[in-house]
């Protein structure tokens, strides 16, 4: 496949999508990423102030805010039968699925998606150039944020905490050039206590 065929196949074919509120998407293993604007929306929709928002609901790293959702689990905003309790303010990361360039970026990315999202293929038929320019964005997360981010999930799914207080993790990733069996602290590395905050993958 080459650059021009992965990056603009939908140029020359039609798209369809319909969301059928399915909400498989909310159940999917990874973050939900909040940036300011979407902070803000959210914490007016909840009658909340910022602070209280990011407090209440957000995790923090270096900066960034997100929503981390473990594999069996979902997303805290997302409601019993399955809508989403902030669905007029959600963010830009949810508005936009499925149109994310990871999944857009080739015609055999976005066929694999319809596995997983039932809308894909569906009646209504979206025009990518209204799409596309605004959406470069989805994808780009800080490296330090995901790092922290895969190493939530490692620690939370392969954490080995001795008697002695040592760790026995073969894959952290937090820390690249920590010996796998360093003395944690009393309350734990930094990584294990705040994966000890998440239900679990």
Known sequence: MNTEEKVDWWKDEKIFFQCQKCGKCCKRRGVVKFDKDDIRRAAQFLELSEDDFKKTYLRESKGKYFIFVPSRGKCLFQNPDDTCRIQDA???????????????????????????????????????????PNNDSIDKMDNEMIDTVRALISCNENAVISKDGRCYSQDCLFNKNADVSFKIKKNGCTIYREAQKYDGP
């Open 90 to 132: 959600k963010p830009s990361q949810c508005s936009a699925y499925p149109f994310w360039p990871s999944i857009i970026d080739s015609k055999q990315h976005w066929t694999r998606e319809s596995i997983r999202c039932r809308g894909i293929g569906k009646a209504k038929e979206i025009d990518m150039t209204k799409i596309v």
